[in-house]
């Protein structure tokens, strides 16, 4: 899955697409995820997010012509403008929004699908100083949201929705929800995305995994401590000749020093 993902990403950012097709897509691609915006040129003016990308695509440019010094360069300048560093060796597709834009971090070796959405907070970092495949590999439509951590050269398939602040570590399957920490993939199969766009913005609607173990162990507490309340108690002048719990109802013996204290 790792390996199909990612050469489907590759032919992909390989196919011919016009400089100005690109930022016309990632400008437009705004208005089907964020509702607050109204026109192209607030877009223009005021998300960094779309900054930072339209930045990127000349950067990734320059890095790809062999003008390392320059593409970094670029993507420094960016990162100080947009608080949003994108190195310019990373592999990006089409119609990439990152909503809000504060603290996001792209390794140099990530490869992103098509119609991604990230949003403040999110790291898709790496796990290793080897010069080698080390970050992340999303597919399409996946959604990221504010403060996740996506580390190591992991693939997520696509129609992938992270939790916030979830740090996934791990592969994790087409069409699944992720949450927690480490994160835990939880099946959503058959789910039917709403957005006409084939993109689910409702991140906020997850299960809660850790909440649920904790109320079942709740719940057999209390059954626990009802059937513990009904069960006859063993009183001291019963007889506990046939009793494996003597020791425990039976009266303690004083020990020496209270007995010499008594004298």
């Known amino acids: 899955m790792v390996m199909a993902i990612s050469d ?10 016009g400089f100005l097709a690109q930022w016309h897509e990632d400008v437009h691609c705004v208005f089907g995820r964020d509702p607050a915006a109204h026109s192209v040129w607030e877009i223009l003016l005021t998300y960094s997010g779309v900054h930072a990308v339209l930045m990127h695509r000349i950067s990734h440019r320059l890095w790809k012509a062999n003008w390392k010094l320059s593409a970094r360069i670029l993507a420094a300048t960016t990162r100080i403008l947009t608080n949003v560093e994108i190195h310019p060796g990373a ?7 990152i909503d809000h834009a504060l603290g996001v971090v792209i390794g140099e070796t990530t490869e992103i699908g098509n119609d991604v959405t990230l949003y403040h907070g999110v790291t898709l970092g790496g796990t290793t100083w080897n010069k080698e495949k080390r970050h992340p590999t999303l597919g399409n439509n996946v959604l990221v949201g504010s403060g996740a951590k996506i580390l190591g050269a992991i693939t997520l398939g696509n129609n992938v929705r992270v939790g916030a602040n979830s740090v996934v570590i ?3 399957p087409p069409c699944c929800t992720v949450v927690g920490i480490p994160g835990r993939v939880i099946q959503s199969k058959g789910t ?8 689910d913005l409702d991140h906020h609607l997850i299960p809660d995994p850790v909440g649920k173990a904790i109320a079942c162990l709740i719940e057999r507490i209390d059954e626990l401590e009802a059937k513990q309340t009904e069960s006859p108690k063993v009183t001291v002048e019963e007889d506990c000749d046939h009793c494996e719990a003597e020791n425990v109802c039976l009266p303690k013996k004083d020990s020496p020093v209270k007995l010499a ?3």
């Open 8 to 17: 489907n990403i590759k032919s992909q950012a390989q196919t011919p697409q």
């Open 91 to 97: 592999t990006i597709g089409r119609r990439l929004f």
């Open 170 to 172: 791990k592969d994790v």
């Open 192 to 199: 039917q995305i709403q957005n006409r766009h084939g993109i």
């Open 261 to 263: 204290a008594r004298l």
